[in-house]
């Protein structure tokens, strides 16, 4: 097996644009090839992430920065998108079978709650088709099974904004004080509208290479070591499925199970995280999901301020999506991003100060979940 | 299987006394799915086990649960015929599963709690049509009719 590296990055912001998902995609392109030092002639391939656009939107999108000719396809895993399209990516090049393969995410998601995520058309109609219940209600659960509180929830949420402030990719880069999120409008509750994060547009872009591939090239890249890659099992439970059983598995769990076995390391090794805060409650199921903390310890976790930028083990320095917002099939390459440039010492004052290996975590609707492992070496 | 136009979803539940379905308020068990070879419930009946991929019987829950987790949604959602707010949950049946419904209340009880015990009972869409929802029962007389 070859060794998988990230050779270069690129990013569109996430926010609201006027531009289509063509422009945003193919700018997040030009940066990721400029930044590995290649053209669109020497990939070997594409895989694109998206949801919600045309069809062919892969081959439309890179028709705005050249026609390379080589497969382009287009891969939709919900909210976890982008990991499908790294999974197969990292698959292509460590099996040896291509050398350089480009990664995008892309998505122009309409404002509002995100239709269309799987429901049965009766649970539409019933009232049951609307995510951020199921949120509201993964979020009652932790605060009745922990100490967990509503003023956790609202400390994760400002936690995320205080690092957004420095992040020029992200949507809100306002610091918010834990008072004005617990004051914002309720949605589902224990949920306030500052709890949940903002579906909205961007794209970002990733070149994997093989070792030896960038090695001759000589970009500043860092180590693929693994992407963890599940859909739903029959105890597992996530949107939009109307029953579960009493004793649940995890998916994130089964997900970096998986990844850290085949990077070959631990959470303990770990010094920086991105994860899927679609709201606040589900940032500290992730740290119980990713092995950050024994469950019923998210809370203290949390407030001794380890995932704080400054902390031993930041989470979303980036902002997370809380701050950034969720632009669905562009979100965990906009992770991968963001960790890229945290292992390369690039993120100025939101650096996180020695970061050797980092983690990344989408999931979404069709219970599909993605860890990724990304080292320095 | 058979299709009832009055429901918003053909096979989901049932009358629990056996009388044809003639409007909302009537007490109903939920249709699951029992698998055939490993005993799993599922609901809805639909597809095939979800653990074992064999064939589903059909089997009707008794229509009393308590509701395990609960939330609401405050504002319209698209789709639904629902007018918000209303309340939604998941109530624990005897079969050991969790299924998701609206819970409802007497107007004078609006409070839903963890533990709640739980009826279900057919209620009407905004066009008529009848889904299922979960009556919160408050005394032990109530639960056991």
Known sequence: ?377 | MTSDPQTVAPDLFTTADGTPLAGPGQVVGLFAGQCTDCSRFTFPARGRCPSCSAALTRVAFDPHGVVVLHSAVLHDAPGALVLAPYQAGFARFDQDLLVSGLIVTDEDTDEVSIGDRIRCESYALTDGRLTYAFRVVRNEQETNA
């Open chain 1, 1 to 377: 097996m070859t060794d998988v590296m990230v050779a270069g990055v690129g990013i569109h912001p996430f926010g609201r644009f006027p531009d289509g998902y063509r422009e945003l995609g193919s700018h997040a392109v030009s940066e990721a090839l400029a930044d590995a030092g290649i053209g669109l002639a020497d990939i070997d391939m594409a895989l694109v992430a998206n949801v919600g656009a045309e069809m062919a939107k892969g081959q439309n999108l890179l028709a705005r920065v050249g026609r390379p000719g080589v497969p382009v396809i287009n891969v939709e895993a919900a909210c976890a998108s982008s990991g499908g399209a790294l999974y197969l990516g990292a698959e292509l090049i460590a099996s040896g079978r291509m050398e350089t393969v480009l990664c995008v995410g892309v998505e122009k998601q309409p404002r509002g709650f995100i239709a269309a995520s799987g429901y049965e058309q009766w649970q539409i109609e019933s009232g049951l088709g609307v995510n951020p219940l199921y949120f509201a209600l993964q979020a009652q659960e932790l605060l009745e099974h922990t100490d967990t509180t509503v003023a956790d929830l609202a400390l994760v949420s400002s936690k995320n904004h205080g690092h957004a402030v420095d992040n020029p990719n992200a949507m809100y880069r306002k610091p918010m004080a834990p008072e004005e999120i617990l004051a914002s409008r309720m949605v589902c509750p224990p949920l306030t509208l500052l709890m949940l994060c903002s579906p909205n547009e961007g794209a970002a872009a990733v070149v994997l290479m093989s070792r030896d591939a960038a090695r001759r090239r000589a970009v500043d890249a860092v180590r693929l070591r693994s992407v963890g890659l599940v859909s739903g099992g029959p105890d597992d439970w996530f949107t939009p499925s109307p029953s579960m059983p009493i004793h649940r598995t995890e998916l994130t769990s089964r997900a970096a199970e998986q990844a850290y076995s085949r990077a070959g390391i631990g959470p303990a090794d770990v010094d920086v995280v991105e994860c899927q805060d679609t709201d606040a409650a589900s940032e500290l199921l992730a740290y119980r999901g990713l092995g950050l903390c024994e469950p019923g310890e998210e809370a203290a976790l949390l407030r001794s301020g380890t995932t704080t930028l400054g902390g031993d083990l930041p989470v979303n320095p980036s902002g997370g999506l809380l701050s950034k917002g969720e632009p669905l099939g562009a979100s965990g390459m906009g992770q991968l991003h963001e960790l890229t440039q945290q292992l390369r010492g690039r993120c100025g004052t939101r650096q996180v100060d020695n970061a050797r290996i980092g983690v990344g975590h989408v999931m979404g609707a069709g219970l599909n979940t993605c860890v990724v492992v990304v080292s320095r070496d």
